[in-house]
């Protein structure tokens, strides 16, 4: 784990400090041998050095990014699509319940090929 990335997290609010540790332990859960770097100023996770999460603390939310989604749905409410749709992010704002392990499922699929 990065010092760094521990450094961002513990900058934000409580409920988003609970939030990113539950996203950074499922993401090191999910993929085995993960690199954590703070990059672009927020943490982010290599698989074989490529590009496959990362987290971001906003002021009223945390967002969850994944990338080589282009195969994976959006879902209404959920899941949104960014750019060409390569990339998908979950928004978690305060109180909201997080299916973690639905995360998990999503990232797993987008880490195989890395």
Known sequence: ???DVT???NKAQPWQIDVCEKL???VGQTIPDVEERLQYGKPHYLKNG???AVIAVAKD???FMVFNA???PVVKGFLRALGNGERKA???RE???VDYGALASILEKTATAL
């Open 95 to 97: 109180g909201q319940t």
């Open 1 to 3: 784990m990065s010092d």
């Open 90 to 92: 979950v928004d978690i």
């Open 50 to 52: 490529a590009y496959a």
């Open 7 to 9: 450094q961002y997290i």
């Open 61 to 63: 939310k945390v967002s």
């Open 24 to 26: 950074r332990a499922m």
């Open 70 to 72: 282009s195969d994976i």
